[in-house]
T-cell receptor
Framework: AAGVIQSPRHLIKEKRETATLKCYPIPRHDTVYWYQQGPGQDPQFLISFYEKMQSDKGSIPDRFSAQQFSDYHSELNMSSLELGDSALYFC?????????????FGPGTRLLVL | DAKTTQPPSMDCAEGRAANLPCNHSTISGNEYVYWYRQIHSQGPQYIIHGLKNNETNEMASLIITEDRKSSTLILPHATLRDTAVYYCIVRVRQGGSEKLVFGKGTKLTVNP
């Protein structure tokens, strides 16, 4: 079965640079969620989109922005990167219209800021 | 904040049943109990969810007490590949995009 695809899988950036993480949800899933997991920490919700509109927002820094496109893929844009942004970033998708609403996670993007 | 309490760690012998408890004493009537697990640095994996009835699928069984204040995830025959952090999450399911709030979870170690 198709799964959530995230790219890139690994990313190394310098401080103050920008990064773009991409997420391709499972086909026919209309909702996308982004989570951040710092070293030794549990996943923390950042932001979600339903039908291309932002549906919820967590503790996402103002330096970060995200959007969902017409094909339902999503991109997380991160600017003015800081050392503390080094983390695993997970994308999850769910089929709201289908009613199950179970979130399925991608393999994650490991971001290292030097 | 997470609405659940789980033991930080548990051990289980390979081939035996692993019973992972979760307390959610403040659960509301419209909140479901979800279980996910995360194998080292991989994306969290959905296991099972339920509202008030016991549930079973190919991965596990979920037993929810009658007052819904606690639940137990049961892995009937644990294998080494079941070593992971297991998260119990309560979540409203109302047709909206409700986020998952991860607590500390239980680190399950399956020993040979």
């Amino acid at each position: 079965a198709a799964g959530v695809i995230q790219s890139p899988r690994h990313l190394i950036k310098e401080k103050r640079e920008t990064a773009t993480l991409k997420c391709y949800p499972i086909p026919r899933h209309d909702t996308v969620y982004w989570y951040q997991q710092g070293p030794g920490q549990d996943p923390q919700f950042l932001i979600s989109f339903y039908e291309k509109m932002q549906s919820d927002k967590g503790s996402i820094p103002d330096r970060f922005s995200a959007q969902q496109f017409s094909d339902y893929h999503s991109e997380l844009n991160m600017s003015s990167l800081e050392l503390g942004d080094s983390a695993l970033y997970f994308c999850a998708s769910s089929p709201i219209a289908g009613g199950t609403e179970t979130q399925y996670f991608g393999p994650g993007t490991r971001l290292l800021v030097l | 904040d997470a609405k659940t309490t789980q033991p930080p760690s548990m051990d289980c012998a390979e081939g035996r049943a692993a019973n992972l408890p979760c307390n959610h004493s403040t659960i509301s009537g419209n909140e479901y109990v979800y279980w996910y697990r995360q194998i080292h640095s991989q994306g969290p994996q959905y296991i099972i969810h339920g509202l008030k009835n016991n549930e079973t699928n190919e991965m596990a069984s979920l037993i929810i007490t009658e007052d819904r204040k606690s639940s137990t995830l049961i892995l009937p025959h644990a294998t080494l590949r079941d070593t992971a952090v297991y998260y119990c999450i309560v979540r409203v399911r109302q047709g909206g995009s409700e986020k998952l709030v991860f607590g500390k979870g239980t680190k399950l170690t399956v020993n040979p």
